[in-house]
């Protein structure tokens, strides 16, 4: 995959984090290691691609190999945070769609990466185990 193709991949990525309006530390933490294991500098100048019609039209410019990569990021991306917010479901079926693979098999993919286990966060332990 070529710089352009990585970048417009990372813009994909960063896309569908923002499709909800709401970006959380997972999800910056995602973009950043795809960006790292790219080769991408942190100053490199990375375009949010949150149009679906722009998506597409940038999806089709890969070669399938790539497209399916994309997808698969995409969908990790989208459950990162543990849920998919229907902005991000939508955006994923778009691509999905674009791409012929039909909804119930995204559903499979999409409820694979979300059963994947997830690291808690760092800090006090709130839960009240009153064991005494």
């Given amino acids: 995959m070529d710089e352009p193709t990585r970048i417009q991949v990372c813009g994909l990525i960063a896309g569908i984090i923002a499709s ?3 970006v959380v530390t997972e999800e910056a933490g995602l973009l950043l290691r795809i960006r790292q294991r790219f080769g991408l500098s942190k100053g490199a100048s ?3 691609i949150t149009n679906h019609d722009e998506a597409v039209a940038t999806l089709q410019a890969f070669p399938d190999d790539v497209q399916k990569e994309t997808l ?3 969908i990790q991306a989208a459950a990162i945070d543990g849920e ?4 991000e ?3 994923l079926d778009v691509i999905a769609k674009k791409l012929k693979v039909g909804s119930d098999e995204l559903d499979k993919r999409v409820a694979r990466e979300l059963a994947l ?3 808690k966060p760092i800090g006090p332990d709130t839960s009240s185990d009153d064991d005494d």
Avoid: K
């Avoid at 998919?84 to 902005?87: D, R, S």
């Fill in 117 to 119: 286990p997830r690291a």
């Fill in 20 to 22: 909800d309006q709401e």
């Fill in 89 to 91: 479901r939508s955006f």
């Fill in 46 to 48: 990375v375009p949010t």
């Fill in 72 to 74: 698969r990021l995409l």
């Fill in 84 to 87: 998919i917010a229907p902005e």
